[in-house]
């Protein structure tokens, strides 16, 4: 299947690079271009992309207003939005992930990594770039606006959905959940679908999101 991409990027020199990046793949294709988040909402509406290469500063609307306006439409529910800036600080991070951004990287990422992110978000896998992972995890549970721990949502999973969430939101893969928990990694797998349609997250990035926001896991020091 051929991944189609989505370039939101206010500098013309920038996309046209990526453009020739992606297109010289063989399974993906740039369907659109969007030189702000206007447009990038626009263009998803329109052409309807697996993934949104969305930068974050862009005129008028931001990336990350794009990104919530892109994630929230009902029409666009498997489109899927990587974060790419020049920007590590991480007011930038936690608001596209809570924006509902599949993927962070900066864009000095290397070209093969690039390319390989888009494949992992495409395929409804969460990704932070290189380095971001262990402080968004570390700082996460600092930032405002989180509720208490036992809500309503945390109640509509079972006691072992709760304890694969749990191993979800310490980073492990479906194949470190199932030898965590001594289960088959097909049912790992089952589990970890399951939890997602339960709490309607597009991606697992959305599941860390929630277990730090119900109080199910906190930080080490």
Sequence with gaps: MTIRVLLADDQTTVRAGFRMLIDSTEDMHVVAEAANGTQAVELARATVPDVALMDIRMPGMDGIEATRRITSDPTLPNVHVLIL????????????????????????????????????????????????????????????????PGGKDLEVLSEREREVLLQIAYGLTNEEIAAKLHLSPATAKTYVHRIMTKLHARDRVQLVIFAYDQGLVRPRP
Excluded at 122 to 137: D, F, H, K, N, Q
Aim: glycine share 10%.
């Design 85 to 148: 800036t020049t920007f590590q600080h991480d007011e930038y991070i936690f608001g596209a992930l809570r924006a509902g951004a599949g993927g962070f990287l900066l864009k000095d990422t290397d070209p093969d990594d690039l390319l390989e992110a888009i494949r992992v978000v495409a395929s409804g896998e969460a990704l932070l770039g290189r380095g971001l992972t262990s402080r968004v995890i570390k700082e996460f549970v600092a930032q405002p606006q989180q509720p208490e």
